[in-house]
C-alpha cells in the first residue's frame, strides 16, 4: 500500500508564514512521499532479483530512513502548526513540563536554543515512552539523533526552507513566529496515557 500526501492547505493564511513558503514547502514534503513510495518499490524489486547483497541496495536501503522520516517529520510539523490558542500551562503537558524542565519557561527557552542551533534539521520535543520524561532533542537532517522507541510531541522544522524565503537568516524570527501558531491540542494529544506511564 502506498502512501498518500496529506492535505495542509488549510495552513493556507498563517499569520508570519507566506502562501508562497507554504506551498514550496508542501510540494517538498509530497516529494518525500513519492520517493518513499519509490524505494519501497524498488528495494522490494532488488529482493525478489536476488540484489540484495550489492551496494545500491545497501545505499537505498540507508537512503530509505532519510526519505521515510522526511515523509513523516514534516507530517508531524504541518499537524502541530495553525492553533491559535496558548498551552494551558496547567494541563497534561504543561504539569508535565514542570514536572521535567521545571517550568513552561524553562522549556520554551531549551526548545528555542534547540532549534536555533546551526545546522540543518529539527527541533523535537520527545517523551520518553518508559517513564513519560520529556526531552528536547536536535534530529540531524532527518534521521540522526532519535531517541528509540520515543514519542515526538511537538515538532519544528529548521531546514533552511522553512524560514529562508520569508527571513532570509533570521531564523530567530522564523521560531517566533511558529510559537505564534503551535497547534498545542495536537501536540498534547501525542502525550502517552497517564496510566502508561
Ligand atoms: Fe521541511
Redesign the pocket.
Known amino acids: 500500500m502506498s502512501y498518500q500526501a496529506k492535505d495542509y492547505s488549510k495552513l493556507i493564511g498563517m499569520k508570519g508564514f507566506s502562501e508562497t513558503l507554504l506551498k514550496n514547502?508542501f510540494t517538498?514534503?509530497q516529494g518525500y512521499v513519492t520517493n518513499t513510495n519509490k524505494a519501497i518499490d524498488i528495494l522490494e524489486q532488488m529482493q525478489k532479483d536476488g540484489k540484495t547483497g550489492t551496494p545500491e541496495y545497501a545505499e537505498l536501503k540507508r537512503r530509505f530512513g532519510w526519505e521515510f522520516n522526511?515523509m513523516r517529520?514534516?507530517e508531524y510539523?504541518f499537524e502541530n502548526l495553525g492553533g491559535k490558542t496558548a498551552l494551558d500551562h496547567y494541563g497534561p503537558l504543561g504539569k508535565q513540563m514542570q514536572c521535567d524542565l521545571g517550568s513552561y519557561e524553562g522549556w520554551e527557552k531549551d526548545f528555542k536554543a534547540t532549534g536555533s542551533m546551526r545546522g540543518i534539521g529539527w527541533a523535537v520535543l520527545y517523551q520518553d515512552n518508559t517513564n513519560g520524561r520529556l526531552f528536547n532533542f536536535w534530529v540531524n537532517e532527518h534521521d540522526v539523533s532519535h531517541p528509540a522507541g520515543c514519542v515526538p510531541i511537538l515538532i519544528m522544522?529548521v531546514?533552511e526552507?522553512?524560514f529562508m524565503l520569508d527571513y532570509g537568516l533570521k531564523r530567530t524570527d522564523y521560531i517566533e513566529a511558529f510559537f505564534q501558531n503551535i497547534n498545542w491540542a495536537a501536540a498534547e494529544s501525542r502525550l502517552m496515557p497517564a496510566k502508561e506511564k
Do not use: I
Open positions: 514547502h517538498l514534503y522526511g517529520l514534516h510539523y522544522d531546514f526552507h522553512a
